[in-house]
């Protein structure tokens, strides 16, 4: 296997060691999990690490919170996102599809009427903000509310992987986040993406843990172990041996 290629570092504690030292640099990858189990945590220390440690600028696209909701949520973490934007290191675009019109919430389908494809307008406007920051990584949160806008699952996919190619053609390294659902059916993500992670956030006795699995990394050794992992104030951190006290 190929291991030459140029390694993206995640930002993330103890997680760069299970990976041979961290993603592959423009490729794009799915993290999925339930609700609670750190998806947006992990996304933007993606980005904040990114833009703030390793210069790498960031675009934050979020389809369900407002971004300054987000900025508000992860100042906990200390994290200055706001400062990061107003340095042109990071962007957030606000890809909701919905808007609040005189006290209600109406559709907003500004970016997604009239598609010859799906995800083109969103794609244009991703790769548009990726040029004004000259963005090294991207995150979308969530597929699963982007899929919603779209009823024929064929033309769906057809979008996505053109969402996908266009983020890799301009050597983004990205993570596509979505709803861990409990189907037999897999995913239409998991087969186009390069990499896929999965966060798990399930009940044990009387509290609920989390974990995190690789379960594809493509052209990169990779444990496929069940590692914990907690949320502290530092945001989130993967636990294992060489880690532990």
Not at 170 to 194: D, F, G, H, M, R
Not at 214 to 222: A, L, P, Q, S
Request: with cysteine; aromatic share 8%.
């Amino acid at each position: 296997m190929d291991t030459s290629h140029v390694k993206v570092r995640t930002g993330i504690p103890g997680l760069d060691s299970i990976i041979s030292g961290g993603f592959r640099e423009g490729r794009t990858l799915v993290l999925s999990g339930s609700p609670g189990s750190g998806k947006t945590t992990f996304g933007m220390q993606f980005l904040y690490s990114g833009a703030k440690d390793f210069d790498e600028p960031g675009v934050f696209v979020t389809l369900s919170e407002g971004p300054n909701e987000i900025k508000n949520d992860f100042k906990t973490y200390g994290w200055d996102i706001q400062n990061l934007v107003d340095e042109g290191k990071m962007l957030m675009i606000d890809a909701r599809p919905f808007k609040m019109d005189e006290g209600f919430i109406a559709l907003d389908e500004s970016l997604y009427r009239g598609e010859t494809l799906p995800y083109m307008h969103l794609t244009q406007l991703i790769l548009s903000s990726i040029k004004r920051v000259k963005a090294k990584r991207v995150v979308i949160d969530s597929l699963t509310v982007l899929a919603m806008q779209y009823t024929n699952p064929f033309y769906a996919r057809q979008g996505l992987q053109g969402l996908i190619h266009a983020l890799e053609d301009q050597n983004c390294t990205s993570i596509l986040i979505s709803e861990n659902i409990q189907t037999p059916k897999i995913p239409v993500e998991w087969y186009v993406a390069s990499g896929i992670i999965l966060l798990h956030h399930i009940r044990k006795e009387d509290t609920m843990e989390r974990s995190v699995q690789v379960i594809k990394m493509r052209g990169i050794r990779h444990s496929e172990q069940v590692y914990p992992i907690k949320i502290s104030e530092n945001g989130l951190q993967v636990l294992h041996p060489r880690l532990n006290p």
